[in-house]
T-cell receptor
Framework: AQSVAQPEDQVNVAEGNPLTVKCTYS??????LFWYVQYPNRGLQFLLK??????LVKGSYGFEAEFNKSQTSFHLKKPSALVSDSALYFC????????????FGAGTRLAVHP | GAGVSQSPSNKVTEKGKDVELRCDPI?????LYWYRQSLGQGLEFLIY????????KSGLPSDRFSAERTGGSVSTLTIQRTQQEDSAVYLC???????????FGPGTRLLVL
């Protein structure tokens, strides 16, 4: 069965410092991987995705993610955190079993302190 | 352009009542999904529509849950005889088609008293 793990419930980082939100996956075959962000009382906003090609994927708001096949990881990164980046972040993998549903991790709350 | 819209944004109902939640996908998107976000279960898939194909209902938690999509556009998720454990945020998403990025609506927050 396919699954996604986000090992950290919360990540704390000071404004201006680099941030990393971790994600590991378990799939059969090549994965389609996604990152979404959720602000309070809002839906999910798409940040970036990996389908194929370059292992470093660049997305919205200065975020990027690195696909590492040997470590089955897809960590989200940003060189310099902003207070406004504080939100709930979800990693997801597309179910290749038939239809296009997403399987989500439990989410990681990012808190950026001034 | 307009994103995915959902209504109502909030719904409070009494246990045992039926509720209908509505989703308007992005114009031109052929695929539509419903997910549920709850404290205990995280984000879980409920049902998926793609064009005229039979929907994938594999995520519906019980036969009290059903969904339809009329004219390949608007979708309604119906929960009959609501229970307190149905309290959650119900999210709708749409995509251009298979393997395309899913874009989410703001969700409907359902509270069953």
């Amino acid at each position: 069965a396919q699954s996604v793990a986000q090992p950290e419930d919360q990540v704390n980082v000071a404004e201006g410092n680099p941030l990393t939100v971790k994600c590991t996956y378990s799939v059969s075959g090549n994965p389609y991987l996604f990152w979404y962000v959720q602000y309070p009382n809002r839906g999910l906003q798409f940040l970036l995705k990996y389908i194929t090609g370059d292992n470093l994927v660049k997305g919205s708001y200065g975020f990027e993610a690195e696909f590492n096949k040997s470590q089955t990881s897809f960590h989200l990164k940003k060189p310099s955190a902003l207070v406004s980046d504080s939100a709930l972040y979800f990693c997801a993998v597309r179910d290749r079993g038939g239809y296009n549903k997403l399987i989500f991790g439990a989410g990681t709350r990012l808190a950026v302190h001034p | 352009g307009a994103g995915v819209s959902q209504s109502p944004s909030n719904k409070v109902t009494e246990k045992g009542k039926d509720v209908e939640l509505r989703c308007d996908p992005i114009s031109g998107h052929t695929a539509l999904y419903w997910y549920r976000q709850s404290l205990g279960q995280g984000l879980e898939f409920l049902i998926y529509f793609q064009g005229n194909s039979a929907p994938d209902k594999s995520g519906l938690p019980s036969d009290r849950f059903s969904a339809e999509r009329t004219g390949g556009s608007v979708s309604t998720l119906t929960i009959q005889r609501t229970q307190q454990e149905d309290s959650a945020v119900y999210l709708c998403a749409s995509s251009l088609g298979l393997a395309e990025t899913q874009y989410f609506g703001p969700g409907t927050r359902l509270l069953v008293l």
